[in-house]
């Protein structure tokens, strides 16, 4: 095996560190995040029958009826502002000590970064791209997305929905037969992370087996036999919980109404549509040409989200191939820093989709237990006014997120990563904690 036997015991860290998004590593953030236990609440659960907060997009009307959750305010305004953001001397200073601060305390192999406003642009990128070789990271390389591909599973269901190919208020038992309340749970619950499924990623044999073989043979239906073994973590609508059978489940649904394969669907109708040259969902294992060595630390950082990665007293371990088909449509894009701003942009404004839907899929339930008003839409993350999604699979690490009004877009990659770490969200949360502090509340 691969990596420290301990690795594979992250049942709490893999699904708090990801639906917090990289919160962890922020000082004065992670003692108010509560835990998690193997599948239970978090300590800090909303009221039995809690009372959204308003939102400009809350007269869109949902599909589902069940009991309100606090919900994310957002924007879906565009145009920018009194007192829009300036990428300015004083504002590049400070993305670039940001920048630096979280990646000497990631220890992160290689980090880049990223920020789009207007016509401006901001870059930094420290690290290496092969720790062997010492060659210099490489902004413009190939990376594993891993979670943002869920944010191109879901506009491949609402495009189907918007088609009239499917309803959110659909169940689940419609299309994949079997699941534990599948009668009940919706396409808009797999959407929102709402469904109560049994996270796959957190049964323990299968972290074993896919810590000790990225590669390892596997499929769609594999997957279903892992949520069929465990009994739902709560009922349907009752939570917010970030889970990965959500959206292989929705990639079955995808392949069973149009008769192609899911990855097939989203190069086609979302890829090549936005011509995102270097972005796609692979056929196979590796990664495509050029990309930077992908590494997994060990030691404490193999278990701790808040750890350092210490890659000279703890070697880390070289993962470049994955199984797609491990992933599936929760996780198995690749992309790159440039393609992740065009696709922020996509995320945010909804170029693909009817406007009523954009809406829809804008309006976030707050995650249990987050000190922020950080929570879930239809496949993307929304804090406040920023929408995007983040990512962490085995050697990679991803993030971008945008915030419409401002014109604002941020995007960083590293190459470095656990499956549940996330070093360059932290970073960008980082950023939208000191340049727009309205916003972290």
Same mark, same amino acid.
């Given at each position: ?7 594979? /015991? @992250? ?18 953030? &992670? ?58 001397? @004083? ?26 406003? =207007?016509? +401006? ?15 210099? %990271? ?15 599973? @879901? ?50 044999? %299968? ?9 390892? &043979? ?18 349907? =609508? ?28 989203? /190069? ?9 040259? +270097? ?27 808040? $750890? ?11 993962? /470049?191939?994955?199984?797609? @088909?491990?992933?599936?449509? $929760? ?16 995320? $945010? ?14 309006? =976030? !339930? ?12 239809? =496949?993307?993350?929304?804090? !406040? ?10 050697? %990679? ?17 590293? !190459?470095?990563?656990? !499956? ?15 340049? %727009? ?5």
């Amino acid at each position: 095996m691969p990596f420290d036997s301990d690795h594979r /015991n @992250a049942t709490f860290t893999r699904r708090r560190a990801l639906q917090l998004g990289g919160l962890l590593g922020l000082t004065g953030v &992670a003692a108010a995040c509560g835990t998690d236990d193997a599948g239970g609440p978090a300590t800090s659960a909303p009221p039995t029958t809690p009372t959204p907060t308003s939102s400009s997009v809350a007269s869109v009307p949902s599909s589902s009826s069940e009991s309100a959750l606090p919900s994310v305010t957002t924007s879906s305004s565009t145009s920018a502002p009194a007192g829009a953001f300036v990428l300015d001397d @004083a504002a590049m200073a400070d993305l670039d000590a940001i920048f630096t601060e979280q990646f000497t305390k990631s220890g992160i192999a290689g980090m880049a970064a990223k920020v789009w406003v =207007g016509g +401006k642009t901001w870059e930094k990128v420290s690290g290496v791209k092969d720790l062997e070789s010492g060659a210099a %990271f490489v902004p413009t390389e190939t990376v594993r997305i891993a979670s943002i591909t869920k944010s191109f599973c @879901a506009t491949a269901v609402l495009q189907l929905v918007d088609a009239g190919s499917v309803k959110l208020d659909d169940v689940l038992e419609t299309y994949v037969p079997g699941i534990a309340n599948g009668e009940e749970i919706t396409v808009e619950l797999l959407l929102g992370m709402r469904s109560g499924i049994f996270d796959f990623t957190s049964d323990d044999k %299968f972290l074993a087996d896919f810590d000790a073989d990225p590669t390892m &043979a596997w499929s769609n239906a594999d997957t279903v036999a892992v949520i069929k073994k465990h009994d739902p973590l709560f009922a349907p =609508g009752e939570k917010v919980s970030y889970c990965d059978s959500n959206y292989v489940l929705l990639g079955m649904i995808v392949e069973k109404v149009t008769g192609r394969p899911a990855g097939e669907v989203i /190069n086609e109708s979302l890829v090549a549509e936005l011509d995102l040259p +270097k972005t796609v969902y692979p056929a196979d294992s590796s990664l495509p040409e050029p990309h930077p060595t992908g590494y997994v630390p060990t030691g404490p950082a193999a278990t701790d989200p808040q $750890a350092t990665f210490d890659n000279k007293k703890y070697p880390p371990v070289v993962v /470049n191939d994955v199984n797609p @088909a491990v992933p599936a449509t $929760a996780g198995a894009m690749v992309s790159t820093l440039d393609d992740l701003a065009v696709w922020g942009r996509e995320l $945010a404004e909804g170029s693909l989709l009817k406007p009523e839907t954009q809406a829809l899929r804008l309006q =976030g !339930n707050r995650f249990d237990g987050v000190p922020i008003n950080l929570g879930y839409g239809l =496949g993307c993350e929304v804090l !406040n006014d920023f929408i995007g999604h983040n990512g962490a699979v085995l050697g %990679f690490s991803s993030v971008v997120m945008r915030y419409p009004a401002m014109d604002f877009t941020v995007a960083a990659v590293g !190459n470095e990563s656990t !499956n549940f770490s996330t070093p360059t969200s932290t970073f960008v949360y980082a950023v939208i904690q000191k340049l %727009f502090p309205d916003q972290w509340k």
